[in-house]
Nanobody, 121 residues
Framework: QVQLVESGGGLVQPGGSLRLSCAVSGSIFSIYARGWYRQATGKQRELVGVMFNDGSTNYADSVKGRFTISRDEAKNTVFLQMNNLKPEDTAVYYC???????????????WGQGTQVTVSS
């Protein structure tokens, strides 16, 4: 089994910063694309950004220049650094990853439980 556990959410004022972490644990042979998604109340879940295995990244237009994804390979952890936060960034943020548990098995997609980010004065 594979588990994704997010941490780092909370309440922050507009213009502030937060850093989310997502630790991947369990039976891991290889981790492929790792992404962050968010879902605001009453809205559909949307992609925030993704980091591919080669380290390249893509971001939603709404967060470009403000959010940055990074990773610590040794700890199987991916981070989402969020700067200049805006009230419209308020949402539950979810970590997502494609993980292969064994060499002879295909990669499977996993989700974390989500962490609340609230941007308000």
């Amino acid at each position: 089994q594979v588990q994704l556990v997010e941490s780092g959410g909370g309440l922050v004022q507009p213009g502030g910063s937060l850093r989310l972490s997502c630790a991947v644990s369990g039976s891991i042979f290889s981790i492929y694309a790792r992404g962050w998604y968010r879902q605001a109340t009453g809205k559909q879940r949307e992609l925030v950004g993704v980091m591919f295995n080669d380290g390249s990244t893509n971001y939603a237009d709404s967060v470009k220049g403000r959010f940055t994804i990074s990773r610590d390979e040794a700890k199987n952890t991916v981070f989402l650094q969020m700067n200049n936060l805006k009230p419209e960034d308020t949402a539950v943020y979810y970590c997502n990853a494609d993980v292969r548990s064994h060499a002879r098995e295909p990669a499977r997609n996993y989700w974390g439980q989500g962490t609340q980010v609230t941007v308000s004065s």
